[in-house]
């Protein structure tokens, strides 16, 4: 039961962030979830649930809000501690970006409490040109 809750609420969380569904995002949350895009070098400091739905919202924005496509490339649980991770390919205008979560769950797996996303530095730079242009 706890393996199939955990999947669903990554997917969810994952469809969410790839449609820019920011209430669909926020319902897969803990009120006090943490989220961290790594590596450091880009300079992205760790974020609130806020801090979460701006990017995403900034993001679907310089997108014209069409969603990007997600492939789950590979999925990796630990259904006792309670963690989830991910290696997803989303494909942009300008090519595919790969990236690696882990998603952490609280006690009753019912809410994400805390995300890291590992990224290609160089793909997402672009990506942030966008944002920014």
Same mark, same amino acid.
């Given at each position: 039961?706890?393996?199939?809750?955990?999947?669903?609420?990554?997917?969810?969380? *994952?469809?969410?962030?790839?449609?820019?569904?920011?209430?669909?995002?926020?319902?897969?949350?803990? =009120?006090? %979830?943490?989220?961290?895009?790594?590596? %450091? +070098?880009?300079? *992205?400091?760790?974020?609130?649930?806020?801090?979460?739905?701006? *990017?995403?919202?900034?993001?679907? +924005?310089?997108?014209?809000?069409?969603?990007?496509?997600?492939?789950?490339?590979? +999925?990796?649980?630990?259904?006792?501690?309670?963690?989830?991770?991910?290696?997803? =390919?989303?494909?942009?205008?300008?090519?595919?970006?790969? +990236?690696?979560?882990?998603?952490?769950?609280?006690?009753?797996?019912?809410?994400?409490?805390?995300?890291? =996303?590992?990224?290609?530095?160089?793909?997402?730079?672009?990506?942030?040109?966008?944002?920014?242009?």
């Amino acid at each position: 039961m706890a393996r199939e809750q955990q999947k669903d609420l990554a997917q969810k969380f *994952v469809d969410a962030q790839a449609s820019f569904d920011t209430e669909g995002m926020s319902a897969t949350l803990a =009120e006090d %979830a943490k989220h961290d895009l790594l590596p %450091a +070098s880009l300079g *992205v400091g760790q974020k609130d649930n806020a801090g979460k739905i701006e *990017v995403t919202k900034k993001l679907g +924005s310089a997108l014209d809000n069409k969603p990007v496509t997600v492939k789950v490339l590979q +999925s990796i649980q630990d259904v006792e501690q309670r963690k989830t991770a991910l290696f997803i =390919e989303k494909q942009y205008e300008f090519g595919p970006v790969q +990236s690696f979560f882990t998603i952490s769950f609280n006690e009753d797996n019912s809410k994400i409490i805390h995300t890291v =996303e590992f990224v290609n530095g160089e793909a997402w730079k672009k990506l942030m040109t966008k944002v920014q242009g």
